[in-house]
């Protein structure tokens, strides 16, 4: 029984554009292990117990959401196309869009007018680097931090199964149905 796949490279022999759209890849892959261990520094074991706005919560609401978006794009880069980050992206945004607006919904509800100042002072997505404020100490729950890291190098799945994929292809043993840019 045959079956085909969609084709995972760029334009039929443009190698460069290939290659740079990988090493986009790696750098944000690990962006996004060193991001989500780094929020879960602030974040872990604390967050339901209190508001956490020290650190990277100091500056945007959902770091450890735009650090997880940083990996789904470069899951999409490991492909070598262009089109499938920018639908990995679509749906990660349209998904952590609704999941955002119910976290916020479920917060407020229990942390009352500290969360509400706090959902006024600190933008949602895009990082204000101007209202950074660090901690002295935090709490740190090494397990958290940890599990972070584990559940985070999953990302890099992408790389050999990506790979194994383009082999495939290149040996023949996996047909070409449609080339994506």
């Not at 339901?48 to 100091?58: H, N």
Request: overall charge neutral.
């Amino acid at each position: 029984m045959a079956f085909g796949v969609v084709v995972l490279s760029s334009r039929e022999g443009d190698n460069a554009t290939h290659e740079l759209l990988e090493f986009g890849s790696y750098l944000l892959l690990i962006l996004c292990v060193l991001g989500r261990s780094w929020c879960s520094l602030y974040i872990g074991g604390r967050k339901a117990r209190l508001v956490v706005d020290g650190g990277p919560y100091s500056v945007v609401r959902n770091p450890l959401y735009i650090f997880s978006f940083m990996g789904v794009l470069g899951i999409g880069l490991a492909s070598g196309t262009v089109t499938l980050p920018i639908l990995m992206g679509a749906v990660f945004v349209l998904y952590y869009a609704f999941v955002v607006r119910e976290e916020e919904r479920a917060l407020t509800a229990k942390f009352g007018q500290e969360f509400v100042e706090y959902l006024n002072r600190v933008p949602r997505w895009i990082p204000d680097f101007g209202l950074w404020q660090d901690v002295r100490r935090a709490e740190i729950d090494p397990r958290t931090v940890l599990i972070t890291m584990r559940d985070s190098v999953w990302f890099f799945a992408a790389l050999p199964a990506f790979e194994l994929i383009e082999w495939l292809q290149t040996t023949g043993y996996l047909p070409i149905l449609v080339r994506l840019p």
